[in-house]
């Protein structure tokens, strides 16, 4: 803070009330403009004076014959954008023909040069750069990026101190035939020298490297990050149990960690209410057939200041465990000159994985479909969708029935039905893993089989014979004891996928 008396000198002076008043406003002057623009709406301001010139650039045709489009061929670049001297783009738009295709928005690149860089800040596939991953075109609003019935639009504001240069490329192998555009920027004299140039940058990793973290961005000098756009897509769901860690300025720990990728997206439970878009994140694409996920979040109320360098990384599936295929945009603001981009990957087109397969044991009962009917003493007792991760493929109909006890010593009572009396063969398919306990069950008083310990360092199917029972037409009352848990397990979790019913010989 600049001393009062180097403001004023006579305001040090004793007795000069009004000197020293008028000294200590214009010191609180900047704090309180600070305030003012950091609290207010983006409407507040509208009334206020605008410097500088408003000027357009864009595809309109020049002859007047309403051939108002680009038309690049394969592997052709174009320049979009140039300008001499200061200013500041407040909005993009683009749309595309032929509309919706995979090749050309994951393939034409685009590219933004600031201030006579060698290297280009923004260097980015088309249609990631307006937030939607595996070259799909869908319709969402959020506060800086969107798309609607056919538009591209972008309201990051890109301020630039001497000059900017934007071009095209068109790395397909298929001519683009119409590339409409419009961008609205000032110019002006000059700005702040202390505006950062914005930048965005595209990774991909196909397949993930297990047991590293996925980086989103990796840069150096000073800056703030300011948004995500993650595309993931994987045999199943469990890639979302990863967190992201940020490491700020050269940390070795994280500075921030979070709790789950949907979590870092402001969502939850694997974004189980499907697609929505907010002004500040969303889900734009989630294909649970394919398990795929397109998402985004902006940092516009948290901005993460770095001073020296960043490192935006990710999980993908809990240490890392699952392979998929990560690709992503970081957008930044950076000042200085533009480090050399993260080199673009040689494939840019989407993955292509095979969906999971399913199966079904013929004639079993499924367990799932007795959790209408089942009580517990103690614990939730729900349906699992099993397809959401990766050993989804192990389980009949890709569900079980879960119970979830906090402490041994309870019980749960599930109706097995039976299309027929008769003395049956039980064998029950359970889930074993980490986390689970060990099990008696029983018909009445009548114990079917030994204690089972569920615990298994990996998830796996376990089909456990239970001896013979008496069943009879309709429902039949069969109980599952938790007896306690083997000593590596974590809890006392029960998993059961089916039963099989055989008659006794």
Known sequence: MIPRSKLCPAASRPGNLALRLLA???????SLLWAQASFS????????????????EGSWDRKHLNDDALHLKAGQTVTLFTHEGAGCVHRFWVTIAPREDAAILSQAILRMYWDGDAN?????????????????????????LDETSGGYNCYWPMPFHRSARWTLTNGSDKPIDSFYYNIDYTALDSLPADTRHFHAQFRR?????????????????????????????GRALYFLEGNEMVYIDGGTAPAIEGTGTEDYFCSGWYFDRGVYSAPYHGVIIKDEKRSRVSAYRWHIEDAI????????????GTGNSVTA???????????????????????????NLPPMTGFSIPGAVEAEDLVSTAKATQGGI??????????GEAWSKRGALYWQADAGAADLTLLLPSAAAGRFDVVARMVAGPGFGTVQFSSGTNPLGGPIDLYSPQMAAREIPLGAAVLVAGQN???VSITGKNPDSRGYTVGIDAFLLKPSQ
């Not at 490297?209 to 980086?215: A, E, F, L, S, V």
């Not at 200041?305 to 993908?316: A, D, N, Q």
């Open 325 to 351: 295929d990560y690709s992503s945009v970081a957008y930044y603001y950076l000042a200085g000159p533009s480090p050399a981009p993260f080199p673009l990957p040689a494939d840019l087109l989407p993955s």
């Open 382 to 391: 729900w349906a699992q969708d099993m397809g959401q991760w990766e050993y």
């Open 41 to 56: 709406s983006p409407l507040s301001g509208l009334a206020n004076p605008r410097a500088g010139t408003a000027l357009h």
């Open 305 to 316: 200041p770095f001073r020296t360098s960043i490192r935006f990384t990710i999980e993908h």
């Open 205 to 233: 990793e196909n397949p993930t490297t297990p047991g590293r973290n996925y980086t989103i961005l990796e840069t150096s000098g000073e800056g703030h990050y300011v948004g995500t756009a993650l595309f993931m897509a």
């Open 24 to 30: 200590a406003a214009a010191v609180a002057l900047p």
């Open 120 to 144: 280009p800040s923004v260097e980015c596939p088309i249609g990631a750069f307006f937030g939607v991953g595996f070259g799909e075109q869908k319709d969402y609003i959020s506060m800086p």
């Open 477 to 479: 009352p069969l109980r």
